[in-house]
């Protein structure tokens, strides 16, 4: 059985669904287990959601029939929104004490700004490179600006990761990078240890900037839609429509298949990883493997509990590679561990790039990204035309790699959701 991919993406007025499949996955859901957002809206109470890059602002239009409603219930109350409680985040923080691109200023903005929003019941497990030969203690005391014990922001919560590396700087940071699969599988086994009862957890980038009520809204929405029998979900963003390149890996998207140059398919490790998960292996081998981003990446409970449970990120991330082979190490790097751990474990993909950006490309220059913020308020005032990048509740932008411009970046996420929040409370259109 093929992993199955969700793909969601809303039919408004007579604009058609922009699908986000390679070609090698176009194929109808009733085979591929691929279902159309269409079938997930319905007139039921609830929040709505639409991960699509919508040109009009028309009521949606129910479909007459759908196969999939007609087999499946629906799983929990009509009304069960997400609460800032049922999740659970993680951060891969370097040493707090670091002066070598500290990662305190950003999550300082971050506290002013998003978390500030986020609700005082959302809870975050930070993963602190520590080492052997200082107190732990003294390694896990917040700095004062991250004014950790403030009851009305999120709760932090602390935990040392010994890397097989030194604590980062500008000589290892590379090797760091190259191996933080390791620290990946950490964060997702203390995510559940630490957070064991939450129904969501996420892993963010410290420069990744959220909209936590459009994060609870989508969370929402699936928490009442999905298949009873498919809670093993996965989401982020899965990167653009396909190139005209024919190889996979010359696409702006996350994709590894067969005849990609990583060569992992044709690698004994590789197939023997297929052999413990797949009775046919021919089911795997001629699969197309979609990732997320690392910005953000997000796991239903069940899902996270299935890839932990094998310890499956460090297996696969330790497979050998070969460096001097381009992409031969896709293995390595944590959102493709996690994309080919979701494939030997069956879990399904939501891919919500629209909602969920990615600003690939976006030039760094002395560690900030020139551009984000007018960036952001740009293409917010295009959403619901037909040069949108955005839907209509932007959930995350990444990467934002300057405090002051993650507040920034913030404000005009909230304000705009707050516009059409207001909007849809008074019945109009959204806002111009």
């Known amino acids: 059985m093929r992993p199955t991919i969700l793909i969601i993406a809303a039919v408004w007025a007579q604009e058609e669904v922009l699908d986000l499949r390679s070609p090698q996955e176009v194929d109808t859901y009733r085979s591929k287990g691929l279902i159309p957002f269409r079938d997930l809206v319905d007139a039921s109470p609830g929040p709505q959601f639409s991960c699509d890059r919508l040109v009009s602002r028309d009521p949606i239009k129910l479909p007459r029939q759908s196969a999939w409603r007609e087999k499946v219930k629906r799983s929990g109350p009509a009304q069960n929104h997400t609460r800032p409680s049922d999740v659970g985040i993680g951060y891969m923080f370097r040493s707090l004490t670091s002066t070598y691109k500290s990662d305190v200023p950003l999550l300082t903005a971050a506290r002013q700004s998003w978390m500030a929003d986020a609700g005082a019941s959302l809870e975050i497990l930070l993963l602190v490179d520590c080492d052997r030969d200082t107190d732990v203690a003294s390694q896990l005391r917040p700095p004062a600006d991250l004014e950790a014990s403030r009851p009305d922001l999120p709760r932090l919560h602390f935990e040392c990761y010994y890397p097989s590396y030194n604590k980062i700087d500008s000589s290892n940071e590379v090797t760091a990078i190259l191996n933080n699969f390791d620290k990946f599988s950490a964060l997702l086994k203390g995510l559940l240890r630490i957070l064991p009862h939450k129904k969501w957890y996420i892993k963010l980038d410290t420069d990744t900037v959220i909209e936590p009520h459009n994060l609870y809204r989508f969370l929402s929405f699936f928490q009442v ?21 024919p190889n996979p890996e010359d696409w702006a998207m996350y994709r590894i298949h067969s005849r990609s140059k990583d060569q992992l398919f044709k690698r004994e490790g590789w197939q023997d990883l297929v052999k413990e998960y797949y009775t046919d292996r021919k089911t795997s081998q001629q699969s197309t493997i979609t990732y997320v981003h690392g910005g953000l990446e997000g796991f239903s409970r069940d899902a996270l509990q299935s890839i932990v449970s094998k310890d499956c990120i460090r297996r696969v991330g330790e497979l050998p590679c070969d460096r001097s082979i381009k992409k031969h190490c896709i293995n390595k790097p944590e959102d493709a561990t996690v994309g080919l751990c979701a494939h030997l474990h069956k879990i399904a993909l939501v891919d919500c790039q629209p909602c969920m950006q990615n600003i690939a490309g976006a030039p760094v220059v002395d560690g900030r990204t020139p551009g984000v913020v007018q960036w952001t308020r740009q293409e917010l005032g295009k959403v619901f035309t037909a040069d949108a990048r955005f839907c209509p509740r932007p959930v995350s932008v990444h990467p934002v790699k300057d405090a002051h411009d993650q507040r920034t970046v913030y ?17 109009v259109a959204p806002p111009e």
Not at 229 to 242: C, Q, R, S, V
Request: proline share 3%; net charge positive.
């Open 225 to 245: 839609r999905v298949l009873r029998g498919e809670t093993n979900l996965y989401f982020g963003d899965a990167g653009e429509l396909p190139q005209r390149s």
């Open 411 to 427: 404000r005009a996420l909230h304000a705009y959701t707050h516009k059409v929040h207001a909007a849809e409370s008074t019945a």
